[in-house]
């Protein structure tokens, strides 16, 4: 019996080292093919910004191409579905938003994706604010003009935002119960999409992602009054935050990491995530990303699954709390 026990625990050992050569040889060899980084916005957002950022130094670290592609609709719900399909071998990644993980959960009866079990996360890469903002030509030139404006006219006034279920959409549905407000929602493909329209005057107002209007904010093309992150924004400190105007605990902003499929090898997730870490580590990536308004994070694969369990219940009581719902 000791001589059987002695055979099957080499026999264990003898296995677990080949599944461990096995693991190295598969970090070793990825990836040996172009690797792709999908993303549920618009070109131009921050989270294609930030995923052609890694994108390029990704691509001079591994010596393949790593192209970004643009899955439009939905909040991202539409990346997020096409990436939780995809072969679980480390060439498709997705961007992924909290809109699509977090949000959407609540907000739909029913997801094509599970966000715990379809997915292997890799790094949460940054956080972002969104701000609220109205034409120059609203009269309103505080929030309480705003607010005063919006019960004039009720059922008037507008608000653009990113697609449904996004934290943009969010802030507006938040700010609108809080207030008892009528206004019209009127939805796009991103914030870029937005713009445009927000630019001529053909929708109110909008809480728009900090890294997109700031600029605009700065020329004077747009009136900003509060941004919606906890603290104020290190690229807009003049700015209060929603908490200090008078809305306890309003935060509602947008963050972005790194998944893949699940059942992508541990090795390939620690190599991404390695590769994600230098990225954001270098002065120049994060200055240009400091610069857009963006909280780099660069957290570990444990340290992001453990957020993304801990925050879809936490975001449950508040969108259930405040009546939203998505019916399809």
Do not use: C
């Not at 120049?284 to 801990?310: M, T, W």
């Amino acid at each position: 019996m000791q001589a059987n026990g002695r055979i099957w625990r080499a026999v264990a050992l003898t296995v677990f080292a080949l599944m461990l050569a096995a693991t190295h040889a598969v970090a070793q060899a990825y990836p040996e093919q172009p690797v792709k980084i999908v993303v549920g916005f618009s070109p131009g957002v921050a989270p294609d910004i930030t995923s052609r950022l890694l994108a390029d130094r990704f691509s001079a670290a591994w010596g393949v191409p790593v192209v970004v592609e643009n899955v439009t609709g939905a909040g991202g719900n539409i990346a997020t579905d096409r990436v939780a399909k995809a072969a679980p071998d480390g060439y498709t990644l997705l961007m992924a938003g909290n809109s699509a993980l977090i949000f959407s959960p609540s907000l739909y009866d029913k997801l094509p994706y599970d966000p715990i079990k379809d997915f292997a996360p890799i790094s949460q890469v940054f956080i972002a604010a969104n701000v609220l903002v109205v034409h120059p030509d609203v009269p309103a030139k505080t929030l309480p003009e705003l607010i005063t404006l919006a019960r004039a006219q009720p059922g008037k006034l507008t608000y653009g935002h990113a697609g449904v279920g996004t934290s943009q959409h969010l802030a507006a549905e938040l700010f609108k119960k809080i207030e008892h407000l009528d206004i019209s929602p009127v939805a796009y493909r991103g914030t870029t999409a937005l713009l445009p329209d927000l630019l001529a005057g053909r929708v109110t107002m909008s809480f728009a992602n900090i890294s997109n209007v700031l600029p605009l904010v700065r020329e004077g093309r747009l009136r900003a009054f509060a941004v919606t992150s906890r603290e104020r924004s290190t690229a807009a400190p003049d700015l209060p935050t929603m908490i200090e105007s008078g809305y306890p605990a309003f935060e509602a902003v947008p963050w972005f990491g790194l998944v893949a499929p699940a059942g992508t090898a541990p090795s390939i997730v620690d190599k991404v995530y390695r590769a994600t870490e230098r990225s954001l580590a270098e002065p120049e990536a994060h200055a240009r990303l400091e610069a857009l308004g963006l909280d780099i994070v660069g957290n570990s694969p444990a340290e992001f699954a453990a957020l993304i369990k801990a925050e879809i219940p936490q975001w449950a009581v508040v969108i259930k709390g405040s009546g939203m719902k998505v019916s399809e």
